[in-house]
């Protein structure tokens, strides 16, 4: 399906208001969160200039992108080193607008070229001129600009990351219905990632999109996951082997570090990689930091990739014997854990909630009660009146034995089903 630019809007007038100022933008999110097709977009609306870096040696990535920009500047020569190209940007006239898309390749095979970039950034960038740099990788794009030790660290006016859309975004890029829990669940198939939303057909249901994204013959998402943990640098079976555990229902980091056969010490690096790189997410229950409590779970945060580590890769191999029935559940069990994600975005500071015989999906701060809580059950499904009231008496009774109950006496009681797409 060919896909009309959506939403955004934020974004762009970030990049409005970088123009404005000039200097140096960071733009970074992952591989086919739309960020390519935002900066072409924006960059063409401005008559700026786009180069995408390409993997080669320093001489060839400067003859690339000296290609791509020459058509809008105002000298034929070409330059032989970044130093070079620096001095063609320096003397040309006007102000102007450039991306350099996919930064750390460039990098990759010259760790001189931040120290340039530093130096020309500091003293001989022009006024009112503005340099985007982009990237795909999250943790290369963190150590050129994030680390303190690192020559550009500081230089940028602001870093601008590029999340995945929300629901809301694909049913309209996708034309379809939002208040249709169909929709939905072909939602949770592709997450937030437009260059996955263009496999959705019309009139296609999600069993039949999960086919042909994953169980196909040679589908589209079949070596996705590799390649974005080599995006982040943890590519490796061990990365995947965590990723397959979690997929699998291991959360807390004992049943992870028993399902690799591993001691639970010699994960904290790997873990902490994976959550650097927004795959994984940490929880901890509603009131506690990482410093009060050892109750953390762990969960794959993309729905595709969760999808892929839950769904397809324990199944591949019989998906095609299940009855429809089986397809289906399975799709809608792991469609509820993705609506449980958006429930709870929906309340700032929302988190779930877990004792030794208890758990509530969504306990979080009232928005309309600055000293009281909202404790909610979510339920993947349209529930009937009669079902709406034992559900509400269930969560009641649980909180009734939850040790929150002692220090927060004000509780608003919701129960979040199907129907909140609707609203």
Not at 169 to 194: H, M, N, W, Y
Request: charged share 25%; proline share 5%; glycine share 6%.
């Amino acid at each position: 399906m060919s896909l009309a630019f959506v939403n955004r809007e934020r974004e762009l007038r970030e990049l409005d208001a970088a123009a404005r100022s000039g200097g140096l933008l960071v733009v970074y999110g992952r591989r086919r969160v739309g960020k390519t097709r935002l900066l072409r977009h924006w960059i063409g609306s401005r008559g700026g200039l786009y180069s995408q870096a390409i993997e080669a040696q320093p001489e060839q990535q400067i003859r690339q992108v000296y290609q791509d920009l020459r058509p809008g500047l105002t000298t034929d020569i070409e330059p032989r080193s970044w130093a070079e190209l620096l001095e063609i940007l320096t003397v040309q006239k006007g102000r102007w607008a450039i991306c350099l898309d996919e930064f750390p390749y460039l990098t990759a095979v010259d760790s001189s070229l931040p120290s340039r970039l530093q130096k020309w950034l500091d003293h001989s960038i022009p006024p009112g001129c503005l340099l985007i740099l982009a990237g795909s990788s999250t943790r290369m794009m963190n150590d050129l600009f994030l680390h303190q030790g690192a020559p550009l660290y500081g230089r940028a006016r602001k870093l601008l990351p590029i999340q995945p859309m929300d629901y809301g975004a694909f049913c309209r890029s996708c034309r379809r219905k939002p208040t249709d829990p169909q929709s939905f669940e072909l939602f949770a198939c592709v997450g937030g990632i437009p260059r996955y939303w263009e496999f959705v057909e019309h009139g296609q249901d999600a069993v039949a999109l999960a086919e042909s994204l994953y169980f196909d013959f040679a589908p589209y998402m079949e070596q996705e996951p590799h390649r974005i943990l080599r995006d982040e640098g943890s590519a490796g079976l061990n990365a995947v082997a965590v990723l397959e555990a979690v997929g699998r229902g291991a959360a807390r980091p004992s049943e992870i570090a028993a399902w690799l056969g591993t001691a639970q010490t010699n994960l904290s690096r790997l873990l902490q990689q994976l959550l650097d790189a927004f795959i994984l997410v940490r929880d901890l229950p509603f009131g506690e930091s990482i410093r009060s409590t050892r109750k953390v779970l762990y969960r794959i945060d993309d729905p595709t990739m969760r999808f892929w580590f839950r769904v397809f890769s324990p199944h591949r191999s019989l998906w095609q014997t299940y009855p429809r029935s089986q397809k289906r559940k399975l799709i809608h069990d792991h469609a509820s854990t993705v609506f449980e994600d958006v429930c709870r975005s929906a309340f700032p500071g929302a988190r779930r909630y877990w004792e030794s015989d208890l758990e509530l999906d969504l306990v979080a701060p009232d928005p309309e009660d600055a000293s009281g809580l909202v404790v909610a059950e979510v339920k993947w499904k349209r529930l009937t009146v009669a079902e709406h009231r034992r559900v509400r008496r269930e969560l009641e009774e649980t909180w009734s034995r939850c040790a929150l109950r002692t220090k927060h006496s004000r509780v608003r009681f919701e129960v979040l089903d199907a129907g909140v797409l609707e609203r």
